[in-house]
């Protein structure tokens, strides 16, 4: 269940009785508090509601969430099972002064308490950053990853650069996976079937030895289409993906170190675009660069009138290797984690949203990413706690933009005429000469 820190009002229903300006001078009993007076009195037992502890690394170290001085809200791998959240996005639903989710691999438009980059280039990175068991995850095409076999999702809200580093100017994800356990064998799997998906996921545990194990995790998860187009084709917005991973444990008196090898194949829509038709200047424009024929708008949100000719895909094939080192120096703990991360990254949707060619968007881009931290972290339970350690990492990255327009509906809209027509009439006007400044110069307009 998602934990949130509380605050010094013990609800809001509370908070707004607090400000209200109407005074009450005679509390009434309500039945509820009769009620309870009534088991007191009769000495029926009464049961406080228990909430779910979730120990959390937020500070790069093991502590209850609600002992962590951060604006953090956290998720236990229970609950991300039980409303089956289907990828790292989807955390922002249920996370307070978090938006911007949609259906593709793109963290730009992610804001945490009203930040964000709308940054979807090569060189920029999301102001939100994204790690798995506290490694980095990369920018966009490469950090939006399936949950699966997930033991918590930590959220921190405001800046965190001083505990995560690398671009968390409004925020930091970190994703737990569940590690391998030496004490016993154990699994599980669930299918979800619903009107247009199919989800599998399962886990299974494998002690070899009193201090070795392996982890063999996986995931499928198909969804069709749910938003029509009245352009033709199928219905957009599906996904189809698969990913798996595999975990061992090498756990000792001292030493505790994880390996863990996991790949993700990401076959899905690109983002889907809804004209609505609204202003004059629209309906004449789209009207004029369609030949004189008014384009049928979307009547409802499920529903768009786009051109896909080129295509709209959202594909991504994602292989990733870490190494995390725990050793205990009697005091204090040495960490160590190790990252290699090597994805290919497809994308291709029509960015206007209309049933004819303006504007087409995609990128195709490949990398990889190398990072290693090592740091030093007390264990003690004093007033003073504190942690030290360097950080390095190299990235490798490179994106062919795709940017397609068309010619003749930005002659329509701007000039009011055809390419070869606007052509004809600057290459003929004056005999194709412009005099200016009592000179005379010829100049060609080429309709290419």
């Known amino acids: 269940m998602p934990v949130d820190k509380p605050n010094n009002c013990p609800s809001a229903i509370a908070c707004r009785n607090l400000s209200a300006t109407s005074p009450i001078t005679h509390p009434r009993r309500t039945m509820l508090a009769s009620a309870i007076s009534a088991a007191l009195l009769a000495g029926a037992p009464l049961y406080a509601q228990e909430l779910e502890e979730i120990i959390v690394t937020a500070t790069k170290r093991a502590e209850s969430v609600m002992d962590v001085p951060l604006a953090i809200t956290a998720m236990s791998g229970d609950f991300l099972r039980e409303v089956n959240l289907d990828d790292v996005k989807d955390l922002v639903a249920f996370t307070p002064g978090v938006t911007g989710n949609t259906k593709d691999s793109f963290l730009d438009n992610i804001s945490v308490r009203g930040i964000r980059t709308i940054d979807y280039g090569n060189g920029g990175d999301p102001s939100v950053s994204v790690y798995k068991n506290g ?157 004189g024929v008014p384009i049928e708008v979307s009547p409802d949100g499920l529903t768009v009138n786009n051109d896909n000719s080129a295509g709209t895909f959202d594909n991504g094939k994602i292989f990733a290797a870490s190494l995390l080192v725990d050793y205990d120096l009697e005091g204090a703990t040495l960490t160590s984690i190790t990252g290699f991360k090597d994805h290919k990254y497809e994308y291709l949707e029509d960015f206007d949203g209309a049933p004819i060619v ?91």
């Open 135 to 291: 490694l980095y995850q990369g920018r966009n095409g490469s950090a939006v990853v399936s949950l699966y076999d997930v033991e918590r999702a930590e959220v921190l809200r405001g800046p965190q650069g001083f505990l995560f580093g690398r671009n968390s100017v409004s925020g930091a994800m970190n994703i737990i996976t569940v590690k391998a356990d030496t004490e016993e064998f154990g699994g599980y799997a669930e299918v979800d079937v619903g009107e247009r998906n199919l989800v599998v996921v399962g886990a299974v545990n494998i002690p070899m030895s009193e201090q070795f194990a392996v982890r063999l995790s996986g995931y499928s998860s198909e969804e069709d289409g749910y938003v029509e187009n009245l352009a033709g084709g199928p219905d957009l917005i599906a996904h189809d993906k698969q990913a798996f991973r595999i975990s061992s444990r090498l756990d000792t008196d001292r030493l505790t170190a994880d390996l863990i090898f996991e790949y993700e194949d990401r076959d899905q829509t690109g983002s889907v675009y809804r004209q609505t038709g609204d202003g004059e200047s629209f309906t004449e424009v789209q009207t004029r660069i369609n030949g």
């Open 358 to 448: 303006l504007f087409n968007y995609g990128q195709d881009q490949e990398g990889d990413y190398f990072e290693q931290e090592l740091r030093v972290t007390s264990e003690s339970d004093g007033p003073l706690s504190w942690y030290a350690g360097a950080s390095f990492y190299r990235e490798d990255i490179d994106t062919v933009f795709l940017g397609q327009q068309a010619e003749e509906a930005y002659c329509q809209a701007y000039w009011f005429d055809s390419c070869q027509g606007i052509f004809d009439y600057y290459n003929t006007y004056a005999g194709g000469a412009w005099r200016t400044g009592g000179r005379t110069t010829t100049r060609f307009c080429s309709a290419a």
